[in-house]
């Protein structure tokens, strides 16, 4: 089952720079953005996640919006 988070480029909500990163989502609404930089195992994880949700004929994130 899909967590609602997903990987984006925007302003981290840790260090304040515009960076790629993963969007953190509870109860389906976005409440935080940590950038790769701030926690890159996360971000790693989450990448994995959405190619491999891809790789499984799912739509990228930014296609279902």
């Given at each position: 089952?899909?967590?609602?988070?997903y990987?984006?480029?925007?302003?981290?909500?840790?260090?304040?720079?515009?960076?790629?990163?993963?969007?953190?989502?509870q109860?389906?609404?976005?409440v935080?953005?940590i950038?790769?930089?701030?926690?890159?195992?996360?971000?790693?994880?989450?990448?994995?996640?959405?190619?491999d949700?891809?790789?499984?004929?799912?739509?990228p994130?930014?296609?279902?919006?």
């Amino acid at each position: 089952m899909n967590d609602g988070n997903y990987t984006t480029t925007t302003k981290c909500d840790e260090c304040g720079t515009k960076a790629h990163g993963v969007m953190l989502h509870q109860a389906g609404a976005p409440v935080m953005f940590i950038c790769k930089n701030c926690d890159g195992k996360m971000f790693e994880r989450q990448a994995r996640k959405d190619i491999d949700e891809w790789l499984g004929g799912g739509e990228p994130f930014a296609a279902r919006m």
